[in-house]
Protein backbone atom coordinates (compact mmCIF):
# COMPACT_ATOMS: atom_id res chain seq x y z
CA UNK A 1 0.00 0.00 0.00
CA UNK A 2 1.29 3.44 -0.08
CA UNK A 3 4.18 4.32 1.97
CA UNK A 4 3.09 7.42 3.01
CA UNK A 5 0.78 6.16 5.05
CA UNK A 6 3.64 5.30 7.35
CA UNK A 7 4.07 9.04 8.37
CA UNK A 8 0.84 9.86 8.54
CA UNK A 9 -1.81 11.36 5.85
CA UNK A 10 -1.25 15.39 7.55
CA UNK A 11 2.57 14.87 6.01
CA UNK A 12 2.17 13.28 2.92
CA UNK A 13 -0.42 15.78 1.93
CA UNK A 14 0.83 19.13 2.82
CA UNK A 15 3.85 18.99 0.48
CA UNK A 16 1.03 18.64 -1.91
CA UNK A 17 1.43 22.10 -3.91
CA UNK A 18 -1.32 24.63 -5.23
CA UNK A 19 -0.70 27.05 -7.76
CA UNK A 20 1.06 30.32 -7.20
CA UNK A 21 -0.75 32.10 -9.56
CA UNK A 22 -3.89 34.71 -8.81
CA UNK A 23 -6.34 34.79 -11.51
CA UNK A 24 -7.55 38.84 -11.13
CA UNK A 25 -11.49 39.73 -11.70
CA UNK A 26 -11.15 41.96 -14.73
CA UNK A 27 -14.04 44.11 -16.61
CA UNK A 28 -14.34 44.43 -20.27
CA UNK A 29 -15.57 47.47 -22.51
CA UNK A 30 -18.14 47.04 -25.17
CA UNK A 31 -20.22 44.51 -23.75
CA UNK A 32 -24.21 44.74 -22.25
CA UNK A 33 -24.97 45.98 -19.19
CA UNK A 34 -27.05 43.84 -16.82
CA UNK A 35 -28.24 44.91 -13.05
CA UNK A 36 -29.35 42.07 -12.08
CA UNK A 37 -27.74 40.75 -8.75
CA UNK A 38 -27.25 37.42 -9.74
CA UNK A 39 -24.62 34.99 -11.62
CA UNK A 40 -23.69 36.91 -15.03
CA UNK A 41 -21.41 35.92 -17.84
CA UNK A 42 -18.34 38.29 -18.60
CA UNK A 43 -20.15 39.61 -21.87
CA UNK A 44 -23.00 40.77 -20.29
CA UNK A 45 -21.71 42.40 -16.86
CA UNK A 46 -21.42 46.06 -15.92
CA UNK A 47 -18.29 47.77 -17.94
CA UNK A 48 -17.89 50.14 -14.96
CA UNK A 49 -18.40 47.06 -11.97
CA UNK A 50 -15.27 46.72 -10.24
CA UNK A 51 -13.85 43.95 -7.64
CA UNK A 52 -14.36 44.18 -3.74
CA UNK A 53 -11.28 43.36 -3.22
CA UNK A 54 -7.31 43.24 -3.28
CA UNK A 55 -6.39 39.75 -4.36
CA UNK A 56 -4.43 38.61 -1.18
CA UNK A 57 -1.05 36.14 -2.03
CA UNK A 58 -2.48 33.40 -0.28
CA UNK A 59 -0.05 31.14 -1.15
CA UNK A 60 2.99 33.08 -0.25
CA UNK A 61 1.47 35.33 3.19
CA UNK A 62 0.37 34.19 6.68
CA UNK A 63 -3.23 35.36 6.43
CA UNK A 64 -3.62 37.43 9.91
CA UNK A 65 -5.75 38.31 12.03
CA UNK A 66 -5.69 41.78 11.03
CA UNK A 67 -5.57 40.77 7.12
CA UNK A 68 -8.92 39.09 7.65
CA UNK A 69 -9.91 43.11 9.09
CA UNK A 70 -9.17 44.57 5.80
CA UNK A 71 -9.43 41.97 3.58
CA UNK A 72 -12.94 40.64 1.83
CA UNK A 73 -13.63 37.79 4.68
CA UNK A 74 -15.42 40.67 5.99
CA UNK A 75 -17.46 42.30 3.45
CA UNK A 76 -20.14 41.51 0.68
CA UNK A 77 -20.00 38.62 -1.16
CA UNK A 78 -19.92 40.07 -5.05
CA UNK A 79 -22.55 38.38 -7.43
CA UNK A 80 -20.13 36.16 -9.36
CA UNK A 81 -17.95 35.48 -6.30
CA UNK A 82 -19.64 31.73 -6.62
CA UNK A 83 -18.27 28.28 -6.43
CA UNK A 84 -19.46 25.86 -8.84
CA UNK A 85 -18.51 21.81 -8.76
CA UNK A 86 -19.35 20.20 -11.90
CA UNK A 87 -19.44 16.69 -11.25
CA UNK A 88 -20.53 13.14 -13.23
CA UNK A 89 -19.91 9.65 -14.33
CA UNK A 90 -16.69 8.78 -16.22
CA UNK A 91 -16.33 9.70 -20.19
CA UNK A 92 -19.01 12.50 -20.05
CA UNK A 93 -17.25 15.80 -20.24
CA UNK A 94 -16.61 17.36 -17.67
CA UNK A 95 -13.14 18.91 -18.01
CA UNK A 96 -14.01 20.41 -20.94
CA UNK A 97 -17.27 21.51 -19.80
CA UNK A 98 -15.95 23.29 -16.65
CA UNK A 99 -13.39 25.21 -18.80
CA UNK A 100 -15.80 26.58 -21.01
CA UNK A 101 -17.29 27.95 -18.56
CA UNK A 102 -14.94 29.15 -16.76
CA UNK A 103 -14.22 30.93 -19.81
CA UNK A 104 -17.29 32.47 -19.95
CA UNK A 105 -17.74 33.37 -16.51
CA UNK A 106 -14.01 34.80 -16.03
CA UNK A 107 -13.88 31.86 -13.33
CA UNK A 108 -10.43 30.82 -11.80
CA UNK A 109 -10.68 26.71 -13.06
CA UNK A 110 -9.37 23.96 -11.14
CA UNK A 111 -8.85 20.38 -12.59
CA UNK A 112 -9.15 17.35 -10.82
CA UNK A 113 -5.79 16.14 -9.06
CA UNK A 114 -4.19 13.51 -9.67
CA UNK A 115 -1.51 11.17 -8.87
CA UNK A 116 1.17 13.20 -10.35
CA UNK A 117 0.52 15.75 -7.68
CA UNK A 118 1.32 13.03 -5.06
CA UNK A 119 4.23 11.02 -6.70
CA UNK A 120 6.07 13.96 -8.03
CA UNK A 121 8.37 15.49 -6.00
CA UNK A 122 8.92 19.62 -6.64
CA UNK A 123 12.49 18.75 -8.02
CA UNK A 124 10.88 16.14 -10.51
CA UNK A 125 11.66 12.80 -9.49
CA UNK A 126 8.68 10.52 -9.54
CA UNK A 127 8.80 7.87 -6.37
CA UNK A 128 6.55 5.57 -8.23
CA UNK A 129 10.45 4.44 -10.37
CA UNK A 130 10.96 2.83 -6.63
CA UNK A 131 8.46 0.47 -7.14
CA UNK A 132 10.29 -2.56 -8.46
CA UNK A 133 12.32 -2.44 -5.65
CA UNK A 134 9.45 -2.74 -2.81
CA UNK A 135 7.24 -5.24 -1.91
CA UNK A 136 3.87 -4.87 -2.36
CA UNK A 137 2.18 -3.52 0.51
CA UNK A 138 5.12 -0.96 0.30
CA UNK A 139 4.40 0.39 -3.33
CA UNK A 140 2.21 3.38 -4.60
CA UNK A 141 -0.74 2.99 -6.02
CA UNK A 142 -2.56 4.78 -8.87
CA UNK A 143 -5.69 4.97 -11.10
CA UNK A 144 -3.84 4.08 -14.37
CA UNK A 145 -2.57 0.53 -11.83
CA UNK A 146 -5.89 0.14 -10.58
CA UNK A 147 -7.46 -0.13 -13.89
CA UNK A 148 -5.67 -2.65 -14.87
CA UNK A 149 -6.29 -4.87 -11.27
CA UNK A 150 -9.16 -3.53 -9.60
CA UNK A 151 -8.82 -6.46 -7.08
CA UNK A 152 -5.57 -5.60 -6.08
CA UNK A 153 -4.86 -5.09 -2.19
CA UNK A 154 -3.65 -1.41 -2.69
CA UNK A 155 -6.86 -0.32 -4.35
CA UNK A 156 -8.45 0.50 -0.68
CA UNK A 157 -5.72 3.18 -0.12
CA UNK A 158 -5.31 4.40 -3.80
CA UNK A 159 -9.36 5.18 -2.84
CA UNK A 160 -8.40 6.63 0.52
CA UNK A 161 -5.45 8.97 -1.26
CA UNK A 162 -7.39 10.04 -4.25
CA UNK A 163 -9.83 11.52 -1.60
CA UNK A 164 -7.12 13.39 -0.05
CA UNK A 165 -6.24 15.07 -2.87
CA UNK A 166 -9.27 15.92 -3.50
CA UNK A 167 -10.31 17.36 -0.05
CA UNK A 168 -6.42 19.81 -0.36
CA UNK A 169 -7.66 20.74 -3.80
CA UNK A 170 -11.38 21.58 -2.99
CA UNK A 171 -9.81 23.83 0.03
CA UNK A 172 -7.61 25.48 -2.50
CA UNK A 173 -10.77 25.92 -4.33
CA UNK A 174 -12.48 27.79 -1.45
CA UNK A 175 -9.37 29.93 -0.22
CA UNK A 176 -8.69 31.24 -4.03
CA UNK A 177 -12.46 32.28 -4.12
CA UNK A 178 -11.99 34.15 -0.41
CA UNK A 179 -8.62 35.75 -1.03
CA UNK A 180 -9.53 36.98 -4.59
CA UNK A 181 -12.82 37.76 -4.71
CA UNK A 182 -13.33 35.37 -8.23
CA UNK A 183 -15.43 32.58 -8.68
CA UNK A 184 -14.00 29.18 -9.35
CA UNK A 185 -15.04 25.89 -11.08
CA UNK A 186 -13.60 23.21 -10.20
CA UNK A 187 -13.97 18.92 -11.85
CA UNK A 188 -15.30 16.65 -9.02
CA UNK A 189 -15.46 17.71 -4.90
CA UNK A 190 -14.97 15.61 -2.36
CA UNK A 191 -18.39 14.31 -1.69
CA UNK A 192 -18.62 12.03 -5.04
CA UNK A 193 -15.60 9.67 -3.55
CA UNK A 194 -17.80 8.18 -1.74
CA UNK A 195 -19.75 6.62 -4.42
CA UNK A 196 -16.72 5.13 -6.10
CA UNK A 197 -16.02 3.87 -2.81
CA UNK A 198 -19.39 1.87 -2.38
CA UNK A 199 -19.05 0.91 -6.23
CA UNK A 200 -15.48 -0.39 -5.41
CA UNK A 201 -17.56 -2.24 -2.70
CA UNK A 202 -20.39 -3.44 -4.50
CA UNK A 203 -17.81 -5.18 -7.08
CA UNK A 204 -15.69 -6.15 -4.52
CA UNK A 205 -12.52 -4.51 -4.96
CA UNK A 206 -11.96 -3.66 -1.77
CA UNK A 207 -13.01 -5.53 2.12
CA UNK A 208 -15.76 -4.64 4.07
CA UNK A 209 -13.18 -3.27 6.69
CA UNK A 210 -11.45 -1.02 3.84
CA UNK A 211 -14.61 -0.07 3.14
CA UNK A 212 -16.07 0.79 6.63
CA UNK A 213 -12.96 2.76 7.50
CA UNK A 214 -12.90 4.92 4.35
CA UNK A 215 -16.72 5.83 4.71
CA UNK A 216 -15.99 6.98 8.22
CA UNK A 217 -13.08 9.13 7.10
CA UNK A 218 -15.99 10.74 5.25
CA UNK A 219 -18.19 11.00 7.82
CA UNK A 220 -15.10 12.83 9.57
CA UNK A 221 -14.14 15.72 7.36
CA UNK A 222 -17.72 16.15 5.27
CA UNK A 223 -19.03 18.90 7.94
CA UNK A 224 -15.68 21.01 7.47
CA UNK A 225 -16.32 21.67 4.10
CA UNK A 226 -18.29 24.64 2.52
CA UNK A 227 -20.74 23.47 0.34
CA UNK A 228 -20.67 24.60 -2.94
CA UNK A 229 -23.04 27.40 -4.29
CA UNK A 230 -23.70 25.03 -7.52
CA UNK A 231 -23.16 21.63 -8.56
CA UNK A 232 -23.92 20.79 -11.78
CA UNK A 233 -24.19 17.58 -12.40
CA UNK A 234 -23.55 15.67 -16.01
CA UNK A 235 -26.82 13.26 -15.86
CA UNK A 236 -25.41 10.84 -18.68
CA UNK A 237 -27.11 7.51 -18.58
CA UNK A 238 -24.82 4.38 -17.84
CA UNK A 239 -25.54 2.92 -21.35
CA UNK A 240 -24.52 5.92 -22.57
CA UNK A 241 -21.65 6.35 -20.47
CA UNK A 242 -20.27 2.85 -21.57
CA UNK A 243 -20.44 3.90 -25.11
CA UNK A 244 -18.71 6.72 -24.06
CA UNK A 245 -16.09 5.42 -22.40
CA UNK A 246 -15.10 3.60 -25.51
CA UNK A 247 -15.25 6.62 -27.67
CA UNK A 248 -13.50 9.19 -25.52
CA UNK A 249 -11.76 7.67 -22.87
CA UNK A 250 -8.48 6.93 -22.36
CA UNK A 251 -6.57 3.66 -23.64
CA UNK A 252 -6.78 2.19 -20.41
CA UNK A 253 -9.99 3.14 -19.13
CA UNK A 254 -11.30 1.23 -22.65
CA UNK A 255 -9.60 -2.52 -22.06
CA UNK A 256 -10.30 -2.28 -18.03
CA UNK A 257 -12.57 -4.71 -16.75
CA UNK A 258 -13.49 -1.78 -13.52
CA UNK A 259 -16.11 -0.41 -15.84
CA UNK A 260 -18.71 -2.69 -15.62
CA UNK A 261 -22.40 -1.89 -16.13
CA UNK A 262 -23.22 -2.87 -12.63
CA UNK A 263 -19.69 -0.30 -11.68
CA UNK A 264 -21.41 2.70 -13.40
CA UNK A 265 -24.87 1.65 -12.20
CA UNK A 266 -23.69 1.90 -8.29
CA UNK A 267 -21.80 5.25 -8.52
CA UNK A 268 -25.02 6.73 -10.39
CA UNK A 269 -27.10 5.37 -7.40
CA UNK A 270 -25.00 6.46 -4.85
CA UNK A 271 -24.54 10.21 -6.04
CA UNK A 272 -28.11 10.86 -7.01
CA UNK A 273 -29.14 9.20 -3.66
CA UNK A 274 -26.61 9.83 -1.24
CA UNK A 275 -24.52 13.04 -2.42
CA UNK A 276 -26.51 15.54 -4.67
CA UNK A 277 -29.51 14.84 -1.44
CA UNK A 278 -26.87 15.76 1.08
CA UNK A 279 -26.00 18.96 -0.75
CA UNK A 280 -28.89 20.14 -2.25
CA UNK A 281 -30.30 21.85 1.46
CA UNK A 282 -26.90 23.82 1.24
CA UNK A 283 -27.11 24.86 -2.42
CA UNK A 284 -28.21 24.69 -5.92
CA UNK A 285 -27.76 21.46 -8.04
CA UNK A 286 -28.35 21.54 -11.50
CA UNK A 287 -29.04 18.55 -13.98
CA UNK A 288 -27.36 18.88 -17.15
CA UNK A 289 -29.19 16.43 -19.36
CA UNK A 290 -28.29 17.82 -22.79
CA UNK A 291 -24.31 16.94 -22.48
CA UNK A 292 -24.27 18.50 -26.37
CA UNK A 293 -26.07 21.73 -26.47
CA UNK A 294 -23.84 24.94 -26.95
CA UNK A 295 -22.37 26.58 -23.78
CA UNK A 296 -24.78 29.44 -24.40
CA UNK A 297 -27.64 27.80 -23.68
CA UNK A 298 -26.61 26.30 -20.45
CA UNK A 299 -25.72 29.57 -18.70
CA UNK A 300 -29.19 30.96 -20.29
CA UNK A 301 -29.77 28.36 -17.58
CA UNK A 302 -27.73 28.70 -15.12
CA UNK A 303 -28.39 32.05 -14.91
CA UNK A 304 -31.80 32.20 -14.33
CA UNK A 305 -31.13 30.31 -10.96
CA UNK A 306 -31.60 31.98 -7.88
CA UNK A 307 -28.28 32.39 -5.72
CA UNK A 308 -28.57 35.53 -3.84
CA UNK A 309 -32.29 36.37 -2.83
CA UNK A 310 -32.24 34.51 0.18
CA UNK A 311 -33.17 35.48 3.96
CA UNK A 312 -30.81 34.77 7.09
CA UNK A 313 -33.26 32.16 8.30
CA UNK A 314 -33.06 30.21 5.06
CA UNK A 315 -30.98 27.36 5.51
CA UNK A 316 -30.12 27.35 1.90
CA UNK A 317 -26.41 28.79 1.23
CA UNK A 318 -26.44 29.82 5.03
CA UNK A 319 -23.04 28.62 4.84
CA UNK A 320 -22.25 31.88 2.78
CA UNK A 321 -24.01 34.05 4.82
CA UNK A 322 -22.51 33.72 8.18
CA UNK A 323 -21.62 36.91 10.31
CA UNK A 324 -18.50 38.95 9.29
CA UNK A 325 -16.54 37.24 12.97
CA UNK A 326 -17.27 33.98 12.02
CA UNK A 327 -16.41 35.00 7.81
CA UNK A 328 -12.59 35.85 8.99
CA UNK A 329 -12.12 33.35 11.42
CA UNK A 330 -12.97 30.50 8.86
CA UNK A 331 -10.40 31.87 6.15
CA UNK A 332 -8.47 32.16 8.72
CA UNK A 333 -8.55 28.82 10.00
CA UNK A 334 -8.33 27.41 5.90
CA UNK A 335 -5.59 29.48 5.32
CA UNK A 336 -3.00 28.47 8.29
CA UNK A 337 -4.52 25.06 10.00
CA UNK A 338 -4.77 22.95 6.72
CA UNK A 339 -2.43 20.65 8.59
CA UNK A 340 -4.75 20.50 11.65
CA UNK A 341 -7.67 19.83 9.03
CA UNK A 342 -6.27 17.20 7.10
CA UNK A 343 -5.57 15.56 10.23
CA UNK A 344 -9.29 15.06 10.67
CA UNK A 345 -8.81 12.06 7.97
CA UNK A 346 -6.21 9.91 10.08
CA UNK A 347 -8.32 7.20 11.56
CA UNK A 348 -6.35 4.25 12.37
CA UNK A 349 -7.84 0.94 11.83
CA UNK A 350 -6.50 -2.67 11.97
CA UNK A 351 -6.96 -3.16 7.69
CA UNK A 352 -4.51 -4.90 6.84
CA UNK A 353 -4.64 -3.22 3.33
CA UNK A 354 -4.51 0.22 4.58
CA UNK A 355 -0.97 -0.62 5.98
CA UNK A 356 2.66 -1.95 5.43
CA UNK A 357 4.37 -4.98 7.56
CA UNK A 358 7.49 -3.94 9.59
CA UNK A 359 9.71 -5.75 7.34
CA UNK A 360 8.06 -3.88 4.21
CA UNK A 361 8.74 -0.50 6.27
CA UNK A 362 12.18 -0.90 6.69
CA UNK A 363 12.66 -2.05 3.16
CA UNK A 364 11.02 1.09 2.48
CA UNK A 365 13.18 2.85 4.51
CA UNK A 366 16.15 1.82 2.93
CA UNK A 367 14.99 2.19 -0.81
CA UNK A 368 13.72 5.83 0.03
CA UNK A 369 16.48 6.84 1.68
CA UNK A 370 18.89 6.02 -0.64
CA UNK A 371 17.20 8.50 -2.96
Known amino acids: MFPILKSGLTNALS???ISSKLHKVVSKTNVNKSQVATLVRLSYRNEDEEPLIKPFPYHEKIYSSL???KSFAWKPWHPNCK???VDGPVACGKKKFA???AKELDFFYIPEPTFDDLYITHWGFDVRTLD???PKDAQTWDIDRFLQDPHDINTAAMQLYMYHLRL????????????TGQGVITVRGPWSDRCFTTAMHDSKYISDGAYETIMNTYKNTWHLMFRPHLTIYMDVPVDVTLENIQKYGEPLEKTSKVFTKEYLTSFETDIKCSVLDYLEPHGLIYYHKNIDEPISDTLDEIEKLNFDNYLTRDFILSFWRMS??????????????????LSSTDIYSDVPELHMSAESSKIWEKVWGEE
Open 99 to 101: QEL
Open 132 to 134: SQL
Open 168 to 179: KSYIHAYLHLCH
Open 83 to 85: LIV
Open 15 to 17: SVG
Open 67 to 69: EGR
Open 324 to 341: RDDQIGSVHMYSNELDAI
